[in-house]
């Protein structure tokens, strides 16, 4: 059975030229797994992927390597090598995790001597939401919720949280690539974030950590509620 897979002229997978191999290689394989462009369950095979990337095999077996210490990926001997599957249960524990980390980011800005600073940019990621909201652009807003959360996190100043939060955004972005998505209300969506900011500003600080949780548990809920019994995988049809 040959694998094909058929990448739009907007995937992460493109020649790579110029550039750092094992390094490119691995932004490129890295980048198509978040995104959702290769997809849980999905065999990963060497060959095929070197021969798209216009590689040889071995930086692609050093960046599946790479990938499969950060969980993206299943090495499994004598088995071959797959995207990790997701399960509801790994959707639970990410958004638990997410809405204790925010939590915390949160209370750290109200709390710190640079919490004008973090509203001022807090403020302006939602003027581009609503902005995008307005113009009833998808993408855009998922992008600048991305931005949002990224700049809470970042506000607080804990290089550790920062650390551990890259690999939760990770996940989080992974899991938003893959979820059945409807386009809901856009108006909503960038009022919420503003409501957030407003009540970080107001410095009511037990308010603030209930509203960003509740803000996570009601997203992470309705993943959850829609993600599939069984793990998400992608069915591979043999090629004709």
């Not at 940019?121 to 581009?128: D, K, S, Y």
């Not at 500003?201 to 037990?206: E, P």
Request: glycine share 6%.
């Amino acid at each position: 059975m040959t694998l094909t897979i058929n990448f739009s002229d907007t995937s992460s997978l493109v020649q790579i030229h110029n550039k750092s191999l094992r390094e490119h290689v691995l932004e490129m394989l890295h980048g198509a797994i978040v995104n959702g462009e290769l997809k849980p369950g999905q065999a990963l095979v060497e060959a095929d992927l070197a021969g798209q990337l216009g590689v040889s095999r071995a930086p692609v077996r050093e960046a599946i390597n790479v990938l499969a210490t950060k969980g993206l990926v299943e090495v499994v001997p004598y088995h071959g090598t797959t995207v990790k599957k997701l399960s509801r249960k790994d959707i639970q524990e990410l958004y638990s995790v997410r809405s204790l980390m925010e939590g915390y980011a949160i209370q750290q800005v109200i709390l710190s001597e640079s919490t004008e600073q973090a509203i001022s940019n807090l403020r302006a990621v939602c003027h581009q939401m609503q902005q995008a909201a307005d113009e009833g652009d998808l993408r855009a807003v998922n992008q600048i919720d991305r931005d949002f959360h990224d700049t809470l996190v970042a506000a607080c100043g804990n290089d550790l949280l920062l650390s551990m939060w890259s690999t939760v955004s990770m996940r989080v972005r992974q899991v938003m690539s893959l979820r059945n998505r409807r386009k809901g209300d856009l108006q909503a969506i960038a009022r919420n974030h503003s409501e957030i900011v407003d009540v970080i500003a107001s410095k009511d600080l037990q308010k603030a950590i209930a509203l960003i949780q509740h803000h996570i548990g009601m997203t992470g809920g309705a993943i959850v509620k829609d993600w599939p019994e069984e793990e998400m995988t992608m069915d591979i049809e043999a090629a004709p």
